[in-house]
C-alpha cells in the first residue's frame, strides 16, 4: 500500500479536508491537476469569502493562501500538475490511477479516498439552447478564468443567461474591464443568486435583470451576433410576442454546476439525481467504503466557508476510518427531501455511528417570506423550525439530535409557508 | 500547371473520390471552401453504415449502399477505421408496421442484404430489453454498422495526400469556364486552375457549381435539415442496437444510434430549407425528435443531452443518387444528390466514379508505389500500458492530460495539430482528438487547446478560431505587457 489516504483536489475542500485528516502516523497523498493549490478561488478574485470561517471579508485568492498556509508544513505529500484518470477498489485497496510529466500515467494505492473533485459548469448543450453555434458563448467561469488567470477579455458587448452567483460576479468584472453588459435573464421568477450580489453587480451598475425570461434565439455564423430573449409561462415555455434582441458579441452562461464526479470509469457509487453528487451518510462516506466525497464535488454550495467546514468533518471522518477497524455492518437509515425541499445532505443515517446529533444540509424549491421547516419519522413530526426569507440560492441548516430517532423509519424534511 | 483532374468538396465522398484516383498516376487537386475538410453534411449526420435494406431495388442507391458496406470491412484495418459492429433492428408497432416490416424484409434480401431476420416480440426484447414493450415484431439487419464519419473522411483525405493529392482548404470556386477543352477553375480568392476534368463532389452546393458551367443541370440541390440530441457516453448500454421505427409515408422516422466512442445519438427530423448552411437548432425540430423518439424507447436519459446539433443532407429532386458524366460539358462529372445513404456508400461511390464512369484504367497508370495503409492518431489513452510507458519515455507531453473528461493528452493535441491535415482550430482538434467532445464540452480544457494550437503554430492566441473564419475566442488583452 503506498498511501493510507489519497484525496483528489487541492481546491478549498481538498485542502480542509487534508488538514483534518493529518496524523503523524498516515501517509496521505493529495492530487492536484493545477499548477498550484487552491481550486477555482484562484481565480474569484473579488471579496466576500471568509465571513463564516474566519470572521472576516477575503477575496478568493486570499481565502486560498489561509487553508493553503496551514497545511504546508504537514509531512504528506503533494503533487500539483498531476490529473487523476480512474479510481478502482479491489480487495479493501483502492487503486488510483493519475498521470504527470513526471511518472506519466501510473498508479498509487491506497486504503481510504476523498472525493475533492470541485464541480464544473452546465453548457449550452445541456440546456439545449436554441439557434446557431457561433464562438463567444460560453461558461461564465470560463470567461472569469480568461479574464482573471489569463488577461483575456472574451468579448465586448455582453449578455449573461443565468443569474447564479458566477454569473452576477462576472457582470460587474466584465463592466469594470470596459465590457458593456446589457442585461441578465433568469427563468426563474426569483434570482438564483445571493442578495448581495444581486445588489453589488447587478444594480451598482445598472444592468437590467430579467426575470421569467429565457434565450430563445440565438444568431451569428462564426462569431454570435445577436441573441432574443422571450418571457417563459409558469412551466417554462416560452411566450410569444415578447422577444426582446439584443445585439451582442458574448452570451455567458451562469445556468448551474454539476459535482464534477466523472473520473471514474471503473469504480460506480450511488449517486443523486438531485444533486449530481455521491449520496453520503453523516460521515461523507459514498455507498463504497473508505471513499468519502465532499466541498463542490458532493453538493454545489453557496459559500466556500461551508465547503471548508463540511470538509473539515469529511477529513475527520476518513481519518477515523483508516484508524479505527472499522465495522462493516451498517445501520442506515434514508433522509429525504419532501415537500418544496429540493434536496438533503446527508442522504443516509448510519445509526451505528458515534453521533449525539447530525447537521442537515438542504435548500427549499420556492421562495418563501415565511414558514416552517418540518421534520417527520413516519407520521412522527420529530422537530420542527421556523424560517423567514428562504430561497433556493440560499442553503439552510438544522441539527437533529440522535435521540429524536426512534425507529428505523426514513426521515424526511418538508417546508410549509405561513402566512 | 494542368491538373488531371478537379475535386471540388473535401466531404466523405470527395476525399474518398480522391483516394480512389490516387491509386492511378494522375495530377488532382481537391478544393474545399471551408478551413476544414469534412465540415458539412458529413460531419453531421446519424453516422451509420446502413445494411441497404431501404433503398428501392435497382437504383444506385441500393447497388452502392450494399457495396459500400461491405468495403468498410476492408477499410477497418487498410485506413484504421473505427467501427462499431452492433447490428440494426426496425422496430413495428402495430399490425400495419408489421406489414411493413415485411415488404422490407423482402427488398433487403432482393438488395442482397445478408442475415437480415424477422424476430418476435419476445426475441426483440431478450435481444434489447430496453425497447419500448409496445413492439410487435422487429427487422433483425445485423451487418448495420456505426462509425466515426469524421474519421472516415480525415482517413480518405490523408490517404489521398500521402499518395499525391493536393489539397486546398479556405479554397471557394467564384467561376469555371472551359477555353480550348480546359477548364479554368477560378477561386474567390483570385486563383485560378487549369485542369482537364472536374468532378464536382460540393453537397449541397453541387448544383450551384454545376450551373457555373451547365445551362440545365438535370437536378436540383433541395438541402433537408435533421437535429439531433447527444448523450453522455457514461449512460451506456440502454441501447445497444441502432433502432429504425419503420418507415411511414413521412420518411425514415427518428432513430436512437449507439456511437462508436459510446455516446447516443437521438434523432433526426426531416425539414426541407432553402439555406444549405442553416445549422442551427429549433425549438420544435428538437421536441419532435424528443417525442417520436420515445415511441421506439421511453427510458431515454434526456436529463443527460451533451449538446445538441443540426446536420444537412444535400438531397436532390432526381430520385436516386446522381452520379453521371455531364451531357452538357464533357469531363465535367456530376457527384450528386448524396444524402442517405452517403456515408455508407462513400467507398463504393468511389469505386463506381473512377472504375465505371472515369475508366481510370483506360486512361492512367496504375501506381506500383500506392500507400495502402493509412494509420490513424494513436491516441494515449487508447494504448496498453506497455505502449504508454513507451510512449510516455518518447514524449513526456503524454503525461500532461488536457482533456480530463475524453482523457487527451498534450502530445495528443500537439500531434493533431501536426498532422498532415492539420487542426488549427479548437473544433478541428476536437475533430481530430476528441478533446472537448464529452461532458464538460471543452469548459476544462478550451484555454489549454487555444494555447497549444497558438504555441505550435506560432499564433496570437487571440487569432486562435473557435471553427469558423475569424471564429475567434479571445478579443483582447486587458494587461499592457511590458
Known sequence: MNYDLIIIGGGAAGVAALKSAYDPNLKILLVERENRLGGILKQCIHNGFGVHHYKEELTGPEYAVRGIDAIKTLDVDILTDTTVIDVEKTNGTFTVRMSNTTDGDHLRTSKAVILSSGCYERTRGAIQLPGDRPSGIMPAGSAQRYLNMEGYLVGKKIFILGSGDIGLIMARRMTLEGAKVLGVAEIMPYSNGLTRNIVQCLHDFDIPLYLSHTISDIRGKSRLEGITISEVDETFQTIEGTEKHFDVDTLLLS???????NMFESLSFETSRKTNGAIVDQTYQTSVEGLFACGNALHVHDLVDFVTEESE?????????????????????????????????????????????????????????????????????????KARFVMPAEM???????DLIDTTEPITIRFEVTQ | MTYDYIIIGAGVVGTAIARELMKYQVNALMVEKENDVCNHASLANSAIVHSGHDPKPGTLKAKLNVEGNNLYEKLENTLDLPLLKNGALMVAFSEEDNKTLKTYYNQAIENGVEGVALLNKEDALKREPNLNPKVTMVLDLPTTKVTYPWEVTLAFAENAIDNGLELKKSTEVKNIEKIDGLFIVTTTKGESFKTHSIINAAGAFTGKIA?????????????????????????????????????????????????????????PNSVFQDDPENIDNTKSGLSYVRKESTKLCDSIPFNKVIRTFTGVRASSTYDDFYIKESDEVKGFIHVAGIDSPGLSAAPAIAEYVVNTIINAEQSFTKKTDFIEKRHGLKLFHQMTDEDKKEAFRVEPRHGNLICKCEKITEADIVHAVNSSVPGDTVKGIKKRSRAGAGLCQGGYCEHNVIHLIARELKKDVTKVEYYDKESYILQSETKVKK
Open chain 1, 255 to 261: 445556468v448551474g454546476l454539476i459535482p464534477d464526479i
Open chain 1, 396 to 402: 439552510e441548516k438544522i441539527s437533529l439530535k440522535k
Open chain 1, 313 to 385: 468533518k469529511a477529513g475527520k471522518s476518513a481519518k477515523a476510518f483508516i484508524m479505527e477497524n472499522h465495522k462493516k455492518n451498517k445501520k442506515l437509515i434514508d433522509i429525504e427531501a419532501s415537500d418544496n425541499i429540493g434536496y438533503v445532505l446527508p442522504q443516509k443515517l448510519d445509526m451505528d455511528q458515534p453521533f449525539d446529533e447530525v447537521e442537515l444540509s438542504f435548500r427549499a424549491t420556492m421562495k418563501g417570506d415565511k414558514g416552517v421547516f418540518v421534520i417527520h419519522q413516519g407520521d412522527q413530526e420529530i422537530l420542527t423550525k
Open chain 2, 211 to 267: 450551373a457555373m458551367i451547365e445551362k440545365n443541370t438535370p437536378y436540383t440541390i433541395k438541402p433537408r435539415r435533421g437535429e439531433y440530441f447527444v448523450i453522455d457516453r457514461h449512460v451506456k448500454g440502454f441501447i445497444n442496437h441502432t433502432l429504425y421505427p419503420t418507415p411511414t409515408a413521412l420518411g425514415k422516422g427518428v432513430l436512437i444510434v449507439p456511437q462508436v466512442h459510446g455516446e447516443t445519438l437521438i434523432g
